[in-house]
């Protein structure tokens, strides 16, 4: 099975900070990866998809990027309403999750 | 717009079989979609553990696979999902959601239900 690690598994950071989520792949997943935010007593929401593609309706300050085995989200300006949960989800071979970096307010 | 919403015990006794089932409204379950249930226990991450497509065909995690199943009601628009010999560490909020059989990432998902395991 392809393992997915994402770090850091949490940060503090303030409104207005520039953030940066790592995710990493096993083995080449091409560019199936998936960026996920879930805020307390919800499901997942889907960010971004197939590595790159901002869903409708999700700020323009969300960014992902990479391929193969290194992506990154990356959240240009923090605001109040970003502090999360975030996850990568491969979708190349049967879904698997990283293990979540949680967003905390410093 | 699709809605899913799982239903099914809120407890569950160790051994015994934890049983949930989807709704869906808003389309059809024969559409393009696999049809899954992800879990996520208390504070921690989220685990995906299978899915079914209309046809029946399945795709299980490999770590749950000999103590699930997961079947599609094309009569109600419903699936449900069994997982058998539950122990504590099954406790979690399980949830439905699904995924374009193409695109492949989870666009919509059910509220969740949390499913305790204990005695």
């Known amino acids: 099975d392809i393992q997915m690690t994402q770090s850091p598994s949490s940060l503090s950071a303030s409104v207005g900070d520039r953030v940066t989520i790592t995710c990493r792949a096993s083995q080449s997943i091409s560019i199936y990866l998936n960026w996920y935010q879930q805020k307390p007593g919800k499901a997942p929401k889907l960010l971004i998809s197939a590595a790159s593609s901002l869903q409708s309706g999700v700020p323009s300050r969300f960014s992902g990027s990479g391929s193969g085995t290194d992506f990154t989200l990356t959240i240009s300006s923090l605001q109040p309403e970003d502090f999360a949960t975030y996850y990568c989800?491969?979708?190349?071979?049967?879904?698997?999750f990283g293990g979540g970096t949680k967003v905390e307010i410093k | 717009q699709m809605q899913l919403q799982e239903s099914g015990p809120g407890l569950v006794k160790p051994s015994e079989t934890l049983s949930l089932t989807c709704a869906v409204s808003g389309g059809s379950i024969t559409s393009r979609n696999w049809w899954s249930w992800v879990r996520q226990p208390p504070g921690k991450g989220v685990e995906w553990i299978g899915e079914v497509y209309h046809t029946g065909s399945t795709n299980y995690n490999a770590s749950l696979k000999s103590r699930v199943t997961i079947s599609v009601d094309k009569s109600k628009n419903q699936f449900s999902m069994k997982l058998t010999s539950v122990a504590a560490a099954d406790t979690a909020v399980y949830y439905c959601a699904t995924k374009n059989y193409d695109l492949r990432h989870f666009n919509y998902w059910g509220q969740g239900t949390l499913v305790t395991v204990s005695s």
């Open positions: 989800q491969q979708s190349y071979s049967t879904p698997v």
